[in-house]
């Protein structure tokens, strides 16, 4: 693995293992391999802090994300683990009870998926082999995703009788260039492969193996790292911000954002740099 | 061709015709093939109905809609007809008066060519032959686009003095990923094939013949006719639900709708299902 | 260059010539090559002010936009001109007073370039040779964008310690079918090729020189001008609400505008012209 | 009762009475005053049908809505009638199927009283005696609300265990100046007054008995039916659009109107006629 | 009048004063009196231009607007010049360029009086005498409105056969707290007393005659301007966004906003002068 | 004091004192009344967990909150205590991180004071006393405002240099029903009334002493305590989710949320209970 040292900050987390691949970079695993890396709400929970540190911690510029072990991004939900807590199964109860119940539950599990996202840092998202479920769901939090050849997606949900309900629905259509080929693979809930992901625009790499994209995703991280943070945080903010809004409410908050980035010495410094030919050092933000 | 079953309770539409080629399957024919299936008001009356009748039908779980013939999906409108009725002629009459008449007669026609959008039940579009004008506001109310190698595709509506007003303008640049392309087509008027309309991503497949496109989509249905009623129709609405609306506001709708959703005993069949590897049966909705 | 009539209303700009290479088509050309059309204040403010002349010219029914020489469509940004004028690199002073002289300086150019967008006749972008940073801000507002083979496109801002500002990150993701595409050359700044740009949908023709585009450009922009005005001008404003909202909005907002359009003569003109298989010729708009 | 002229198109309702007391004006009431003119389903279809016939109606310019009888405006609901169709009570069933029926009810219930708010022709309610539960839904569809003094407002949709869902909490703060107060009544399910009512804004005239205020609303109605259909139909939508629009959507939408309409011939007749300061006669519309 | 020093830098408006009555207070009057300040198309491009100059002038940081002479703030459009210039009465021409004359013409009245909104400065609007028409339109870009005690307003438009179309109807309903009210005072188009709107919440302040009122903006827009112009202007410009908003959004926005501002020295300076009693003095903004 | 029994589950918190004046009521008091319970980070913080707690408890059904002691029920920010922690008067640092770090700050403070609006119970606000600056704020994230009659209201931070960025600017435009006033008090900082909050309708009651006002409003929380948690709860959220929405959506949401809720025994309780005249008993939620 390409990961070399690890993060002390971040040594308590029990399914997740952080390590930094290079200056300011840092690679998040989830580490479950025996379960085919499989989400418990132990972990799940984990998720969400280790993004909320990364998002506020100036170490960190950028952030590679993938699974432990050969077989698995994750399979999705641990269901076995999901039973015992009695929210899926649980059938006793007042039904407008159970639906608050299950409301607050749906609204913790996207909120800690959904922290990826809100990292303030650019998140790269490696996925290989099985990716099923919840690896959508969270794939579609990352910035930019990468993949092995030979990995196996499906939008799985449906299979088991649900809508998928931790974000895969709102955000896939909007990262991708066929609506026709989201309800297709979200309807039948179909296996689809590496290089049908990469002609839809779903990722943008695709690697032999594994490790060769780990060490692309790590490259590209290492890139980003050497950048203004400033530039970088500021432009997934806006991109974000845009998604959701229209372009005239994106331009005039632009205009509000870069209003206090640009006195940065970020912008300053390079700009001179590129005039001088120079390679800048930025501050940590 | 395919269809096997009639349904009676669709049999007193005179335009459109409706079978059954499999269990929870409809399929829907626009009938005037002499006509290159050219559609007039009574037409159009017709195909809102259909959908909302199937929409709430529990005997149907996914729709195949395609057009009579060999020759053509549809034409657009029939202008002769279109003519006879003075709405689009009638020169007479006061401006803001004869703006009124128009606006409440776009609004029919768009609610009509909508309802197969509304409609809860997935519905894939087959095309073939001429598919021009009204052909591609249709397609684009469908969930899952088919069509047919030699299908002749054009947003003809400039070529007659007007930009195009039931929804393709609307919708088509929401499934596709290219926005140049889009205009492309939508200013120019020129025709445009399969192919480039399978590389832009607004078909899915495309099928060496109409008979063949009919029967992938047959087939599809099919699939998607023996999951979870539940799960399917819940992740159509959450789709089109989230086009229009944020992350946010998608992903907030979802908890609202999936407590319910997962109460119902589709999500523990679903479940139970996948841990034992037996193939499920749903109850109607 | 294909150019040949001038346009004496056009004459007075001193960083931009429009002449007239076919009838009803405007050609803008952006004349700074000696500096790589890099753009100072006094060019920015021009630009706008064309696009918004051209918008109510009635003799004026589509318009290509392309960077003269051979070098550049445009290297972005003067930055020692901006240097010059203080805004850039002045530190002095109230930083809530700088916010607002960036905000206002922001929303200046950002208008200015924002213009051909709402120039209400259709824009075709020719990129070519350096299209790097605010190249790509332009090409954004364009409504198609063709390209030479060798043009060199990059968002290159972050490069110089800032997020893109003039509209990139607002309205890329919305013209092209992969975020994770998007968000690799926003973060990265790195260079991506014609072909790239093809496949991601950002152009929609790529021709093996300038020379060769710019033709297909001025070809395009004469099948443009030969349509009736009313709905060309019509469709491109149709399709510009849409990508700003829902598809209810759209259609609504579609049977308001058609109410008056289709009460013009070029609906009965292109009508008629239709089924008698002639060509028609509308009236200046 | 003012009402004098029948309407013979609007006599096949069996709940509901259309009489003409004024030229142009239509006044409809609620005919179940044995029943404290509660609602069963058969009503509320015909409701939603009543409005959608004026709406098309040119021989129709400003409606008035009371409820028939002394005793009330409506006390709401049938409940008992609703009982028998087992749309509330039926405890069997799935919980998934039950939500869709359930949903499905909602929106047909809606929609029909919704029916009144989309009417093109201005709405005036009179309310007085018990107007409970759904009468504040249907008041919150009228344009104008007029009350006798002893009238007896409640949202009382809480007392039967259940957030009101046919519209009053969706219109009800969108009207009124207090939400302080508005959250009062939906909350506690309280009487309140016509004085308080008036006091709030939610009626903007109260008068002493419920004779006297249909009096006052058929006047009023007259007067609008007096004045140009396009100007008072135009202010409606435009008012309405603009409670769910930002300002500048609406800015947009007003031009796009007003390019129509002020090319009817009430506006230059209205115009001469101000300056001529004579009573202008207009066209229907 | 209160107004004592000029401003030479407004000198050359031909229809409109601009004075200095307290320092950093500038005070806009409509000068047409023999014309009850009826406005012609040169008077609203003269009004929009002062509001675009006192935006971007640091010597000013509160506006009062009020209309010369005793008779009127203005009865709204001069008939008789909008006559002369066509737009109005053109019968000619073709239906579908005409609603493009008509649109453009509308837009480029709603920006001249939208832009006394857009104004960064607060505005305080005096009204008095004849108040009708486009002078409600103009209030309700005010920030603060004051009138004196015999106004007569009324909201005019529909009398002459047309829906109000250059901001009442967008505005109004946002301002007042009754709906009911908004739509009788625009559908009657009857006059409305200082009470009256007093009492809706249309003014805040009444006062006995318009010297009284000039003299309490006056005195009013002193208060503002001795406070920090970096807090006032912020302040007007989150209001105005919160209109438009999310309470989330605005929330958001706010937050970016303030990041820079707080940076500023006013805060300090604010904070400081808070803490020690001391009245501070701001810099220019 | 009304308060009678405590609840253990709220102890341990430093600030705030949380009691039980009558069943399934929680008094919530700020209890710093030494500082006029002015807040410190450590205060908002504990507020936020306060609610959150609160929100998630089935033994609590409603909510008020008060400030201890007689003299205010917050004076604001703890300016002292906000100086020491740097984030005020940090002059150092570059000014692109510094702006990060506000933002932060500001969103912190901003999900503290919003937890009571997102609370899942209805929350009544008592203010009395000195209620200046962040008493604002805290006072529009509470469903119902009462008030003593000496209250002492200020919307403050224009004085101390800043526009408010804790939420009054976002909601009390959206709470009270003139536009007029809210930018009279926001601009000015001036004082205002108990009898001035209710005449524009920011308080819906005013009693003569802060105990009469406590007493009143835990009343008002009984009667809400006894009602179906179910109907209470979902009234709240239909009616918070109204504000952000328009109408359409909100009616759609509502047909979404009451699928699950009136399949509740509250409903069927609430219902029967209704027609039987009996007092329902309602299970916890």
Same mark, same amino acid.
């Given at each position: 693995?390409?990961?070399?040292?690890?993060?002390?900050?971040?040594?308590?987390?029990?399914?997740?293992?952080?390590?930094?691949?290079?200056?300011?970079?840092?690679?998040?695993?989830? /580490?479950?391999?025996?379960?085919?890396?499989?989400?418990?709400?132990?972990?799940?929970? =984990?998720?969400?802090?280790?993004?909320?540190?990364?998002?506020?911690?100036?170490?960190?510029?950028a952030?590679?994300?993938?699974?432990?072990?050969?077989?698995?991004?994750?399979?999705?939900?641990?269901?076995q683990?999901?039973?015992?807590?009695?929210?899926?199964?649980?059938?006793?109860?007042?039904?407008?009870?159970?639906?608050?119940?299950?409301? /607050?539950?749906?609204?913790?599990?996207?909120?800690?998926?959904?922290?990826?996202?809100? %990292?303030?840092?650019?998140?790269? %998202?490696?996925?290989?082999? $099985?990716? $099923?479920? &919840?690896?959508?769901?969270?794939? %579609? %939090?990352?910035?930019?995703r990468?993949?092995?050849?030979?990995?196996?997606?499906?939008?799985?949900?449906?299979?088991?009788?649900?809508?998928?309900?931790?974000?895969?629905?709102?955000? &896939?259509?909007?990262?991708?260039?066929? !609506?026709?080929?989201?309800?297709?693979?979200?309807? !039948?809930?179909?296996?689809?492969?590496?290089?049908?992901? &990469?002609?839809?625009?779903?990722?943008?790499?695709?690697?032999?193996?594994?490790?060769?994209?780990?060490?692309?995703?790590?490259?590209?991280?290492?890139?980003?790292?050497d950048?203004?943070?400033?530039?970088?945080?500021?432009?997934k903010?806006?991109? /974000?911000?845009?998604?959701?809004?229209?372009?005239?409410? /994106?331009?005039?908050? !632009?205009?509000?954002?870069?209003?206090?980035?640009?006195?940065?010495?970020?912008?300053?410094?390079g700009?001179?740099?590129?005039?001088?030919?120079?390679?800048?050092?930025? =501050?940590?933000?």
């Amino acid at each position: 693995m390409t990961s070399t040292a690890s993060f002390p900050a971040y040594a308590s987390y029990k399914n997740i293992i952080v390590s930094s691949p290079s200056p300011f970079v840092a690679h998040v695993e989830i /580490n479950r391999p025996q379960k085919l890396n499989a989400f418990t709400q132990e972990l799940w929970l =984990e998720f969400g802090h280790v993004f909320k540190q990364l998002s506020g911690d100036e170490n960190v510029r950028a952030v590679v994300v993938s699974g432990a072990g050969d077989r698995a991004f994750t399979a999705g939900l641990d269901v076995q683990s999901a039973s015992g807590d009695g929210i899926l199964f649980g059938s006793q109860g007042d039904i407008a009870k159970k639906a608050k119940v299950i409301r /607050n539950h749906i609204e913790e599990f996207q909120d800690s998926i959904g922290a990826m996202e809100k %990292c303030e840092k650019p998140v790269i %998202c490696v996925l290989h082999g $099985i990716s $099923i479920g &919840l690896a959508i769901d969270i794939a %579609c %939090c990352a910035d930019i995703r990468i993949c092995a050849s030979k990995t196996r997606f499906a939008v799985k949900e449906v299979d088991i009788g649900m809508a998928a309900d931790i974000g895969t629905l709102a955000r &896939l259509p909007k990262l991708v260039g066929s !609506t026709s080929w989201v309800k297709d693979v979200c309807l !039948t809930a179909r296996d689809f492969s590496a290089q049908e992901a &990469l002609s839809v625009g779903f990722v943008s790499q695709v690697h032999e193996s594994k490790q060769a994209a780990v060490q692309a995703a790590v490259a590209l991280a290492t890139t980003l790292a050497d950048k203004s943070p400033v530039a970088v945080q500021g432009t997934k903010e806006l991109l /974000n911000h845009g998604r959701d809004h229209t372009v005239a409410e /994106n331009l005039r908050y !632009t205009q509000v954002w870069n209003a206090a980035a640009v006195q940065g010495k970020d912008f300053s410094l390079g700009l001179m740099s590129g005039l001088k030919k120079t390679k800048p050092r930025f =501050e940590k933000l």
